[in-house]
Antibody, heavy 121, light 106 residues
C-alpha cells in the first residue's frame, strides 16, 4: 500500500525557516515525480512545487519561487521542502503528493496526511 | 494567473446523478483532474487527464473536458459521496485548483 508521511511542521515566526520531510513507502520512489501542495484557509488548495523522479527537474509556484527549495533523496525514499523567508501567507497545511509519472504530469494520485505550518509573530 | 470557477455547492438525492462543473478560459486545452476530499481526510484522485479513472475508483465517477468547461459526473449518488470536490488544471504554464464544490446528498 502506498503511504506518504509528512513531518517537520510547526509554528514559526515571519522571516524564519522550516524544513518539511515526506517519507514514502509502498512504491518505487524514484519512478515518480513528487509534489508539495498546500491548503490555506483563504485560497484553498495551491500547488507549491514539483521535482522529477531523478531530481533533475524542479519547478515552483510564483508565490514561493526564490524562497522554497524542493529536493529528494531516492536512497532514503524521502522528499523535502526547505522553506526560507516565511511569510504569514505561507500558513497552511502542507501535503506531500505523488505524481502519476516520472516526468511530471501534474496529477496527484496519492497524498499524505499533511503537516501544519502556522506562520505568525 | 489562471482561474478555475466551481459552484460552491451542489445538492442531489440518493440514487440520482450529480453533475459538478469547473470553468476556465479554454479549459479544454488543459489537462484536468478531479479530487474528492471528505471531512478530516486528505484528497483522493477521482479522475485524471480529463476522463481517466484510477482502477480503485468506482465506474460511477466519470469526467469530461471541452471548450471552457470540465465536468465531473457521479451516477447513482450515495450518501458516502458527500464531500468536497476540487478540479485541477495543468498545462505548461500553470497548475491551478478550483475553489471546490460541496456535494450534499439529501
Amino acid at each position: 500500500e502506498m503511504q506518504l508521511v509528512e513531518s517537520g511542521g510547526g509554528a514559526v515566526q515571519p522571516g524564519g525557516s522550516l524544513r518539511l520531510s515526506c517519507a514514502a513507502s509502498g512504491f518505487t520512489f524514484d519512478d515518480y515525480a513528487m509534489h508539495w501542495v498546500r491548503q490555506t484557509p483563504g485560497k484553498g488548495l495551491e500547488w507549491v512545487s514539483v521535482i522529477s523522479g531523478d531530481g533533475s527537474h524542479t519547478k515552483y509556484a510564483d508565490s514561493v519561487k526564490g524562497r522554497f527549495t524542493i529536493s529528494r533523496d531516492n536512497s532514503r525514499n524521502s522528499l523535502y521542502l526547505q522553506m526560507d523567508s516565511l511569510r504569514t501567507e505561507d500558513t497552511a497545511l502542507y501535503y506531500c503528493a505523488k505524481d502519476g509519472a516520472t516526468i511530471p504530469l501534474y496529477y496527484f494520485d496519492s497524498w499524505g496526511q499533511g503537516t501544519l505550518v502556522p506562520v505568525s509573530s | 494567473s489562471y482561474e478555475l470557477t466551481q459552484s460552491p455547492s451542489v445538492s442531489v438525492s440518493p440514487g440520482q446523478t450529480a453533475v459538478i462543473t469547473c470553468s476556465g478560459d479554454k479549459l479544454g486545452d488543459k489537462s484536468v483532474s478531479w479530487y474528492q476530499r471528505k471531512a478530516g481526510q486528505s484528497p483522493v484522485l477521482l479522475i485524471f487527464r480529463d476522463d481517466k479513472r484510477p482502477s480503485r475508483i468506482p465506474e460511477r465517477f466519470s469526467g469530461s473536458n471541452s471548450g471552457n468547461t470540465a465536468t465531473l459526473t457521479i451516477s447513482a449518488t450515495q450518501a458516502l459521496d458527500e464531500a468536497d470536490y476540487y478540479c485541477q488544471a495543468w498545462d505548461r504554464s500553470s497548475v491551478e485548483f478550483g475553489g471546490g464544490t460541496k456535494l450534499t446528498v439529501l
